[in-house]
């Protein structure tokens, strides 16, 4: 049981204390400890079953549920409220329940809830009888009845009216009074909405195209000051700022059209700031007084967020939604390398955001009754999101249940595969979670122990965000950075069992305190004050791998060499002729199945470490500057399928002075990670095969050296989690996920 | 040891065979028997390695072993024609040792070669030299310096002058003569090189635009005659037939553009087959006189070699390829059900056109060192392929070995995770291999044994090409059904543990010859012919289910009304209102996640058996006919995702009159296939997840009822096969795959 939760059945609303949190973990009764949650729908399960379901899933070491509410279920013709008229609709008898059994509570009132609901959870008055709310393509067509154009003003004042009922209800349950309500979420998954069905949303009316005191054109202004600067960034020739319009990114041609799209794109994201800002000021006025959270959609959209974090400031927390497979359109059915990487690459952006890394949604089934989503499946990814950073989460969802009638968009039965089915079936998926839940417990202080880590890569998070504006930009653009991060070198160091840290390349003190070789995945654009921080960071003595190129532009595309400049003035040239075959270093040939490029020129005093050997081209410099500060370039991008890709980046950290890995594992295919929080330490050895592995595991010592070996023998899809003593020896393993139970049905009771 | 090649020490050239085949299996000897190859190439794997490799191979069960012939390794200068002058060239040594091992071998002389070689294996002295043989986007631009026009006659110069080089050494050592090159490979996975970098090739000068002789003004005459017609046809206004030019698919805007596209890639395809025409004939002119294959490039391709299987005839095998994992930017890293679904249909088509199915490069590894193929995976991939279908194969590659120098794309080694290292080590892969020939040999009867059938799924081909001329094509077009029938009503089918056999709707006697009902994934277009054959069979008794429309268009997308009028002018309409709620039969709800057709009208004496409850709407009927016909028509397109798919189609079924499964198995994520040759009987049970599953199995008796159930435990990625006898028992349990051997390191020795 729940250590804070012991002795729950004696509390009563009026006794529970706010969380609070960091950039470490949150903070629940005074101790550092995981958001243990569960999405639990008071409207969807039984309120007969609330209760038992509910201490079912205390006992699997929950401390939080959480739950949507759909605005479409409570207000189902415009102005007619319902609250409490029947038990789906008694939220505050929820609310009172989930505080009466210790249970923390998020709330998440929209107006999106999508979760399966018709119109993603948004009534059906309000889609079919103001149509004008509906978002737009950037060809003037609506994309689909679901999606709404957030900051239409219709569309607005319809969100507040309902805040201004849902609200106080909420605010008198927060634990600012002693109630269960920890958080409240706004909207959900936003940007998702346009994105998965046309694009951005192009709404003359909301982004005021056309008008002087329109959206579009105040960023415009804001940015350029005037049509004539807008003209010349744009290659445009319009003769008023209101006059411009966003073009989409397959007619780009030009580095102005680029510029065009790239802008659209930042003034989109930052309408999503603005929508944001509306939603928790109403929050506020209705009464909310703690902190709001909102799920990004997936590991790859945290980036479209930077607005709404910096606009919202203190009091708000993003996370994300970590899936891996919803439905037969997804080619995976379990969580693979690529899952990790991704959800490793989440956690350390929410991190540099200064958030408890939180996954609001991770799966407990899915939306489908096939493919399975299985117990072993869970395990895997549950413990693959704690070896990289997790700090909260959120089973989507924990307890199945019914749609109440008109809001199920697809049947009446929402089963979910999840560990309760909605006949109160116990499914494998909840001993899993159990588990789970009873090891985070036994080892709170995994909380707040940081990953071992050899070196650093650098994240330019606005690579994240580059896909449309970026596609095809040559030499080398930041979505071609992202992919060369990720499947270069991300995969190749996890394979070569080194544990690399994302840095934060937009802060001054992450990098200022990485004492360890930073690697940039660089594009041809970088911001200047990135290009200064790593300069700066080598002045002082830091070691840098840059690779493929050297940036030339600003993030606007406009000329910036600060890091040529300091480089002596090296460039990057693009290598085509298609004979090639490159040395790096002691390597005689490295397989570059992407980009290569190509110096003509030396920096003063470097050396070369790798070379095109058929036309002597220079792939590959070093240079050492004064304070012990190293900078490497090489002039390749790779993905990674050669096991040389693994000696390669040996070489290169060699080469920059870095230390052997904290662990060493003899099997590429097993990734791990160590967490400690200074005395306890875990090994995490992961397993995202379908076929069992081996491998040996061995530890760096503080005298330099390696331990004995432990043998690792693992199941396909599992993570075995050790606790290691002083001696780099294995204490106490565990497994992640039980002895092989094979699934037959869904319908398994507790033995 | 392969009881064929017994003795085989004793044999010399001189005492091969030839192979005959036909559409149930290859026979070799006199005897019906699996093709069981290996790739080799004696280019890579060094000449002293060959003999004990070759042997370690025939212990595997192997009975052929095939390899390229690179031109760009025998001629490496113009004209600079070598064989034998190195051991790597010494292919007719390589032939004698196949030989005198009884080992057939399948000749692959290109033009091209892809296999990870430098220009995809053509002579740099060819691309360089020759630039205006590169294949065209339909912008004229170049593709990439791998891509070559195939009917540019300066390539086809020079690939004649190579073919009367290489053929008649090739053909010294065919079965005809008593050699064991028993078929020759014409050029690789043909429209891959194009399709894979810019679409379909339009260089102007092979295609003939703008002239009264060009290829495609002949192919537009021969379909068209008149020019009026032509512009009739697509709606344009040129003077003549060689003022026509194509245009792209994303410019479609109209019926006339979609013909237009479509004519192309009929154009295209039939390019193709001209010069699979010209490659034979030379090569028949060279002396090669035993039967020509060619690998379409994977599951899906099958279909854009019909013109070239017409052409061709008699003496030509087309086979396929079959991945499931080259590199990390494959999204599975195993055999998953999708990539089983996609190998049943590629069976089934070759099948179709009358081929022993045979997969010409099943994957023995990857080009990739990561992710890993494991033999567990490999395993399951090969036996997945047995119970769906397959009777011949050829792993690619068997053996690793080292490019000869300036042939490699990708370095020195050629490891491929190969079953047999560069180095000779031996890798699990090895043992797996054996095991499946071993079973293979001593249940030979299995290359005779068909699948059992509990009904009908219609295939025409043309919909697996449709994916271009298709796309929006509304209402319903070619490739919805495509999609409809992989994972609409395959994937259903398979989990409901139904037997589907797919049935050529371009054959009389196919369609004739069917017994059971037949399903068919309809689209707005239908062939006459095809339209014609499905009325006559429901006229002699057949049952007939359509979905989700009624076709009014030929497969020119003219109007056709053949089976809409025996229908009774039955049409289906699109439901276009978001709030939709459908009953299948007694089933209530269904969840309908894709399209949606009503009809206003019922046929004559038609019932209804599916409708949209909002509404009232018709979403489906039935309707008796006389002989005992029976025709159901369902206005539902779905993806499998939910449970209650696999409800509503047990009782479509049911209302067809169709019979109970063949076998029975309670866990869905369990699929089942069995096999008979009318004495014995093999049921496999396949587990395509990466956790272990179980079910009780049973098998319908000839008296109607079930047997007693088998119980199945299947370890993540196990394919186990039964051997049943008359009572339904399961008699020799084998297992798919070796006792969980866990992947170490990939230099593991037999022990």
Redesign the interface.
């Known amino acids: 049981m729940n250590r804070r939760t012991q002795g729950a059945e004696e509390q009563h609303l009026g006794s529970m204390e706010p969380i609070a949190w960091d950039r470490i973990s949150y903070t629940i009764n005074g101790k550092r400890q995981f958001l243990i949650s569960g999405e639990f729908h008071y409207f969807r399960v039984p309120a007969r079953d609330w209760r038992e379901r509910l201490e079912r899933f205390r006992e699997a070491g929950g401390n939080c549920v959480a739950t949507y509410i759909p605005w479409i279920l409570h207000e189902p013709a415009e102005g007619d409220i319902r609250f409490g008229d029947k038990p789906e609709r008694d939220l505050e008898r929820f609310l009172a329940l989930c505080g009466e059994l210790g249970l923390y509570v998020i709330c998440r009132p929209g107006p999106y809830q999508y979760s399966e609901m ?2 993603c959870g948004l009534p ?1 008055w309000l889609i079919d009888g103001y149509p004008d709310i509906l978002a737009r393509t950037i060809d003037g067509h609506i994309m689909v ?1 679901d999606s709404v154009s957030y900051l239409h003003p219709v569309f607005l004042a319809k969100v507040k009216a309902w805040f201004n009922i849902v609200c106080p209800i909420i605010a008198a349950y927060a634990t600012s009074k002693g109630g269960p309500v920890a958080f409240v979420q706004f909207d959900n998954e936003l940007t998702g909405i346009h994105e998965w069905f046309g694009g951005w949303d192009y709404h003359p009316e909301t982004m005021g195209f056309g008008r002087e005191e329109g959206r579009y054109t105040a960023f415009l202004r804001n940015k350029y000051r005037t049509v004539e600067r807008l003209n010349a960034a744009y290659g445009t020739a319009v003769s008023v700022l209101a006059d411009m319009r966003p073009i989409s990114s397959a007619a780009m041609t030009s580095i102005g059209d680029r510029r065009r799209v790239k802008d659209y794109q930042d003034f989109y994201f930052g309408t999503i700031a603005e929508y944001a800002v509306l939603l928790t000021g109403w929050m506020r006025e209705s009464g909310i007084d703690g902190d709001f959270i909102h799920n990004s959609a997936n590991p790859g959209s945290n980036g479209y967020h930077a607005e709404t974090v910096e606009r919202l400031g203190s009091g708000f927390i993003l996370g994300s939604d970590h899936y891996y497979n919803l ?8 969580p ?3 899952y990790a990487v991704n959800a490793l690459l989440s956690h350390e952006m929410l991190r540099h955001y200064g958030f408890p890394s939180t996954i609001y949604e991770l799966p407990g089934g899915s ?6 989503i ?4 869970l395990s895997c990814c549950y413990w693959t999101n704690i070896a990289f950073g997790m700090k909260g989460f959120n089973y989507y969802v924990f307890a199945g249940g019914y749609n109440p009638e008109g809001i199920g968009g ?3 039965v929402y089963d979910y595969q999840a560990a309760i089915a909605p006949d109160n079936a116990i499914r494998p998926h909840y001993y899993a979670q159990k588990r789970f839940g009873a090891l985070l417990q036994e080892h709170s202080w995994l909380v707040e122990a940081e990953r071992a880590v050899d070196f650093y890569i650098g994240l330019d998070r606005e690579h994240s965000r580059s896909s449309y504006y970026a596609a095809g930009h040559r030499p080398f653009g930041n979505a071609d950075a992202w992919t060369f991060l990720s ?1 270069g070198l991300l ?1 190749t160091s996890l ?1 070569a069992s080194y544990s690399p840290e994302l840095l934060d390349l937009y802060s001054d003190n992450a990098v200022n305190a990485a004492g360890k070789p930073i690697l940039v995945a660089a594009s041809a654009c970088m911001a200047a004050n990135v290009q200064q921080r790593l300069v700066n960071a080598v002045k002082r003595g830091g070691k840098l791998l840059l690779a493929p190129v050297i940036p030339q532009l600003d993030e606007n595309f406009n000329p910036c060499t600060i890091l040529k400049d300091f480089l002596d003035g090296a460039e990057a040239e693009p290598f085509t002729a ?2 090639r075959e490159v040395r790096v270093g002691s390597i005689p ?1 490295v ?1 570059v ?1 992407q980009g290569l490029w190509v110096s003509a020129k030396l920096p003063e005093g470097a050396s070369v470490i790798a070379e095109e050997k058929k036309s002597g081209g220079i792939a590959g410099w070093k240079k050492r500057y004064p304070n012990g500060g190293c900078v490497i370039w090489l002039g390749i991008q790779w ?6 890709h693994m000696d390669m980046l040996r070489e290169l950290l060699n080469e920059l002075g870095g230390d052997a890995p904290a662990v060493r594992c ?4 097993l990734w791990t990670a160590l967490r400690s929080d200074g005395s306890s330490r875990m090994l995490f050895v992961m397993n995202l ?7 040996d595991v061995s530890l760096r010592l503080s005298d330099g050296q390696y331990a004995e070996p432990i043998r690792c ?5 599992e993570v075995q989690t050790l606790l290691i003593d002083d001696n780099g020896a294995a204490h106490d393993v565990r497994f992640g996920r039980d002895e ?6 869904f319908e398994e009771r507790e033995a």
């Open positions: 018709k119109y059906p009845r439905d037969l359109d997804w080619n995976a059915n379990n693979t390398p690529k939306p489908s009754d096939w493919p399975p299985t117990a072993d499946d697809d049947g009446e499947k995969m394979c298609s004979e040939q397989y199945n993905k990674f399928t050669k096991y040389g003899d099997n590429p295919n095969f379908a076929s069992p592995m081996e491998a023998c693992l199941k396909p899809m092989a139970a094979p699934i037959r049905s």
